[in-house]
């Protein structure tokens, strides 16, 4: 919630003592917003020191608080889906961000955080329904919105929209890479129309079937697209990632684990980084560490081989080679808010709060306010200024997160 919001908040749940101070219901109304603040400000302090099952234990306090209005509702909603989202619980982190909307204070939020859900999973159909509402209130959504659209096989309407908003926005390098990009995926389509390929249609079954909790079909799926000649690497890739987001069970991790031969097989730094990343997710943090170094052997200078190889460090707490890997991404990749994002982390895990800032502020630049980009600097930030003392700023910090 934004600064105005959190004023807003405020003025609302006062109102009633400052017009009514005698009053028993006024001064019952102003015990409740008192517990309520309590509650609902230490999950946020929670949250932002990564501590979720703190803070959904102080929003549940919050709300058996009785008379809680529509907006504390809301706001309630709101922080619950972002701890969800934080330990990895999508299925409740999705209902409890739709249950956000409720108030108008916390529509576009919620949305944006259905997006990255939906988006990290590859539920690209659901995410294309979030994306269509907010691209009614900020145009650069579009551009989601389009590539969305190029992923779930629909060229026609992808072009469609690249075509009106072309016309709006006038000459856009980013806008002539997307064209390109739906020009090779009509020919690669063309080409590929008369084979037995791997189409967009059978991935998005592979993605109906991941989110309906049919593991056994997408696992039997996910084999065809390991076998498949004419599936490119990154879509193979993709494909893990989304599989490894479910949080399978035991039995399905096994079996997806036997199929690492031969995804190894395929020799692609894209694989062995997904493989890696599902390791990390686990702390399994010499298999992590294998496929991170496996992907940086096939691609010296891969940027997200890179970035993997330096969480493994910092969880390893071998904090100056962490530091040296995101420094290297950032060499390679000076406008990447993610490299700076991960050398802030280093420098501030080993208490060079000075070098921190500079990162933090800098990658602030290269991101669009509302990106999850954007909020995790913000909250990078936030973390940072608590360790300096200046709590004043680290509040502002934490407003901005979710402006």
């Known amino acids: 919630m934004n600064l105005k919001g959190t004023i807003a908040l405020c003025l609302i749940f006062i109102g009633p003592v400052l017009f009514a101070q005698k009053d028993s219901t006024a ?29 959904l234990k102080a929003l549940d306090a919050a709300q058996r608080i009785k008379d809680l209005n529509q907006e504390q509702q809301s706001a309630i909603a709101y922080e619950q889906g972002k701890n969800h989202a934080l330990l ?10 739709e249950l956000a909307q409720t108030h108008p204070e916390f ?42 659209h190029i992923e779930t096989g629909n ?26 990009e739906l020009q090779n995926r009509r020919l690669a389509s063309q080409n590929h129309s008369g084979g037995a390929g791997f189409g967009p249609q059978d991935y998005l079954r592979y993605k109906e079937m991941l989110e309906g909790g049919l593991m ?27 599989f490894a987001a ?63 190889m330096a969480s493994v460090d910092f969880a390893l707490e071998e904090y100056p080679s962490g530091i040296q890997r995101a420094e290297m991404a950032l060499a390679l990749y000076p406008a990447d808010p993610w490299c700076y994002l991960m050398a802030a982390r280093g420098y501030r895990f080993t208490g060079l709060l000075d070098l921190a800032e500079m990162q933090v502020l800098s990658g602030i630049e290269f991101t669009l306010a509302g990106s999850n980009q954007h909020r995790l600097l913000c909250l990078e930030a936030a973390s940072l200024y608590k360790e300096l003392g200046r709590e004043k700023e680290a509040e502002l910090w934490l407003d901005k997160a979710y402006q």
């Open 155 to 180: 060229l026609n309407r992808a072009q469609v929209i690249l075509d009106s908003i072309s016309d709006s926005w006038g000459p856009s390098l980013e806008l002539q890479s997307i064209d390109l």
């Open 246 to 308: 479910q949080s399978p069970d035991k039995q399905y991790q096994e079996s997806f684990e036997r199929l690492i031969p031969d995804l190894e097989r395929i020799e692609s730094a894209s694989i062995e980084v997904a493989l890696g990343r599902y390791f990390l997710d686990r702390l399994v943090l010499d298999r992590a560490q294998r496929h991170g170094q496996k992907a940086l052997d096939l691609e010296q200078n891969n940027k997200e081989a890179l970035l993997l």
């Open 27 to 55: 001064i019952s109304a102003s015990a409740n917003l008192k517990r309520f603040m309590t509650f609902y400000f230490e999950s946020i302090k929670h949250r932002a020191m990564e501590n979720p099952e703190l803070a």
């Open 88 to 97: 990895q619980d999508f299925d409740r982190a999705i209902r409890a961000f």
């Open 107 to 148: 529509t576009v939020a919620a949305q944006t955080s259905l997006y990255d859900i939906y988006h990290q999973q590859g539920a690209y159909e659901n995410a294309i329904t979030v994306v269509k509402a907010l691209s009614r209130i900020d145009n650069d959504y579009c551009v989601d919105l389009i590539k969305l």
């Open 216 to 242: 056994d079909q997408a696992l039997m799926m996910l084999k065809r697209m390991i076998s498949a000649t004419d599936l490119a690497p990154k879509a193979i890739a993709q494909a893990l990632e989304a």
